[in-house]
């Protein structure tokens, strides 16, 4: 017997550990440099952001041991390829702002997508998206 699969809205919300003093860093470049607001902050060690289809929560912690874990990257979907080069240049201009690295340049992949990857002030890799078969 097949049990029905229940209908889900997507992959929404990432959890991601920032090391120390990293933290502030990645909650000021995440609100000033990616527009989102914190939708909840329980605590000095906790935050979780929105940009309003999604949630972001970063957890401080001690130490982040990148051997636990299999996050490669972030990825933040956007509506067209010409909004994947927008961020891109707003993304080259906040590097000395907020301690952000450009990794690739917006590129137009085999499957029709378009996105370019940076890292974060915590080293974390983000990608900016355009995936045209994505429904909204």
Do not use: C
Request: charged share 20%.
């Amino acid at each position: 017997m097949t049990a029905e699969i229940p209908r889900m809205l997507g992959l929404r919300h990432v959890a991601v550990s920032v090391a120390g003093p990293l933290f502030e860093r990645g909650v000021q470049f995440y609100r000033e440099g990616m527009g989102m607001a914190v939708d909840w902050q329980p605590d000095a060690d906790n935050v979780y952001l929105s940009s309003g289809s999604d949630n972001l929560a970063l957890h401080r912690v001690a130490a982040v041991d990148h051997s636990t874990s299999a996050l490669d990257h972030l990825g933040f979907v956007v509506a067209a390829a010409d909004d994947v080069r927008a961020w891109h240049a707003r993304i080259d201009a906040l590097i000395g702002e907020h301690d952000v690295a450009v990794l690739m340049a917006p590129k137009l992949h085999r499957d029709g997508s378009t996105s370019f990857y940076f890292r974060d002030p915590a080293g974390t890799k983000v990608q900016v998206i355009h995936i045209p078969t994505l429904r909204p």
